[in-house]
């Protein structure tokens, strides 16, 4: 059961990706008022009213956006230095464990 789970749970971060991934390349406008121009991308139907009906809304989807596309890379690397932790503690523990049951593995000693 839970291989099962694990993978409707990788085929579903996979469609999920995919989905914010085009909705970012094949969904991005810009939106021009009078003293800016944002621009950001979001799913919407060309040539119809996109449903922003303040600009509140515009600058809040391009912040989104924007810390989007700042805050993945730099999660993805702190995830990976944890991950390193992760593996240097557990060689670590492992090499000690060598260490503590390395004398167990001489020869007795003997009489002569």
Same mark, same amino acid.
């Given at each position: 059961?839970?291989?099962?789970?694990?993978?409707?749970?990788?085929?579903?971060?996979?469609?999920?990706?995919?989905?914010?991934?085009?909705?970012?390349?094949?969904?991005?406008?810009?939106?021009?008022?009078?003293?800016?121009?944002?621009?950001?991308?979001?799913?919407?139907?060309?040539?119809?009213?996109?449903?922003?009906?303040?600009?509140?809304? !515009?600058?809040?989807?391009? &912040?989104?956006? /924007? @810390? +989007?596309?700042?805050? =993945?890379? !730099?999660?993805?690397?702190? &995830?990976?230095? /944890? @991950? +390193?932790?992760?593996? =240097?503690?557990?060689?670590?523990?492992?090499?000690?464990?060598?260490?503590?049951?390395?004398?167990?593995?001489?020869?007795?000693?003997?009489?002569?």
């Amino acid at each position: 059961m839970k291989k099962v789970a694990l993978s409707i749970l990788k085929f579903l971060m996979v469609i999920l990706f995919i989905c914010y991934y085009v909705g970012n390349t094949a969904f991005i406008h810009t939106h021009t008022f009078q003293n800016y121009t944002i621009t950001h991308s979001h799913p919407f139907i060309p040539g119809a009213h996109n449903g922003h009906s303040s600009d509140g809304e !515009v600058e809040t989807i391009a &912040f989104l956006n /924007a @810390f +989007l596309a700042l805050a =993945v890379p !730099v999660i993805a690397v702190v &995830f990976q230095l /944890a @991950f +390193l932790q992760i593996i =240097v503690q557990f060689y670590s523990l492992i090499t000690s464990f060598r260490k503590v049951f390395s004398h167990l593995l001489r020869a007795p000693p003997v009489a002569g």
